[in-house]
């Protein structure tokens, strides 16, 4: 064992530098919580949509034509229902988007579009692109983007990665490709400036969480462990109550739901009242993801 060896050592014998630089390779830099939102409003909703379809089970290696029709309940039924949803009470909303997905589905891209929606970047298939060399996960994140672009003739300015993580290499790629916005980490409530390696990269990161997504709390696989139930009155009690405080606070309330998850009949209704909800307040600005990051970024208290 040597000091300048870390790959062979146990975390605990690490020397400090090489802990200290894995730590520093993405942070959070400075926030950016506007004093008030756009129109004076008191906080910002972001609705997004993580549309996989097909690529669930794609992504893997996956065979399965039961799964293959899972994935295609998101196009045929769920997304024409959240469309439905969100032109009834006029809220704009993000749907990323794997390009795979979207070339199996052009006609719902180009309505999603037609509808006032964004449509940001996640992935090529759905990739696991944290595990990615540099090379390979450049190339998917630019074929990606062009696929978006030449689908819907809008080049997307934002990303959510498809395993909500980065590889060494993704903020630096994501600078490289001159995006506006992340959606992919979790260090802040708020939107917050990332730095790469300890410098500002301009890129605005609009935070996820697994508490405010609805994967956690209904997903299942057949064959695995994975079983979780949450009854929807319950999911949606922990949506209101994380709306409830980012309108106090004065801050942003981000939401992740797939199309596949959310949209069945006895969950659509928690999209539909959480809504409704934050409209009741009166100073609620529903914006896509990228209008938030942009007003956020210019207009930091």
Known sequence: MTADNPARMEPWQWPEPHWRALVNQVRAGRSYRPAKW???ARCAFALSFDADHETNELR??????????????????GVPRILDLLQRHDVP????????????????QRRVVAAGHEIGIHGWIHELNSVLPYEAERDLMLRATDTLEKITGIRPVGLRTPSWDFSPNTLRIEKEMGLLYDSSL?????CYELLLDGEPTGI?????????????YFMM????????YTPPEAVFDIFRREFDAAYEEGGLFQLTTHPHIIGYRSRIWILDELI???K?????????HAQVAAYARDNAA
């Open 221 to 228: 696989h057949r064959f695995q462990s994975l079983r979780p």
């Open 93 to 108: 909303a993000t749907f990323y988007v794997p390009a795979v997905a979207a070339l199996l589905h052009e006609d719902e």
């Open 186 to 190: 979790m260090a802040d409530e708020d």
């Open 204 to 216: 605005v990161e609009l935070p996820v969480e697994w508490v405010r997504d609805d994967a956690v």
């Open 60 to 77: 893997d290696g996956g065979k399965s034509i039961g799964r293959l029709a899972w994935g295609q309940y998101g196009p045929r039924v």
């Open 38 to 40: 756009a129109n004076g």
């Open 276 to 278: 409704r909800h934050a």
């Open 280 to 288: 009741s307040k009166g100073d609620v600005w529903f914006a896509t």
